[in-house]
């Protein structure tokens, strides 16, 4: 079993009403009461943790670079109204998917 495949998510709220009905399986107060070694001494005999730099690993951060995405542009563009309000209904987000349609068509259209 992979780590993703035991990751589940919840809200903050969930999680209070988790806690406020015994739910919650954290031991919140043992956690708490750990020392600074305590905790350092199970991140380093977790096994699920990937941090490989006090593994041996040397890495050469001289040599690193980071290239940030480009910014998207800023469009003012008139399309239908029922068109917009179809991508709107579908919640948040909606310009993303917008997005997404476009630059579906784009690369259909490139590689013709």
């Not at 919640?91 to 476009?102: H, T």
Request: aromatic content about 6%; some cysteine.
């Amino acid at each position: 079993m992979s780590k993703n495949d035991r990751i589940v998510r919840f809200t903050d709220m969930e999680l209070e009403q988790m806690q406020l009905l015994g739910e919650s399986k954290s031991e919140w107060k043992a956690a708490a009461a750990l020392s600074d070694e305590e905790i350092e001494a199970a991140i380093a005999s977790d096994d699920d943790d990937d941090d490989d730099d006090e593994a041996g690993m040397n890495v050469d951060c001289s040599t690193v670079s980071v290239e940030l995405p480009r910014p998207k542009a800023v469009l003012n563009m008139r399309v239908d109204y029922e068109v917009l309000e179809y991508f709107r209904s579908q919640g948040k987000g909606y310009q993303k998917i917008i997005n997404a349609v476009l630059r579906s068509y784009v690369e259909q259209k490139q590689r013709q």
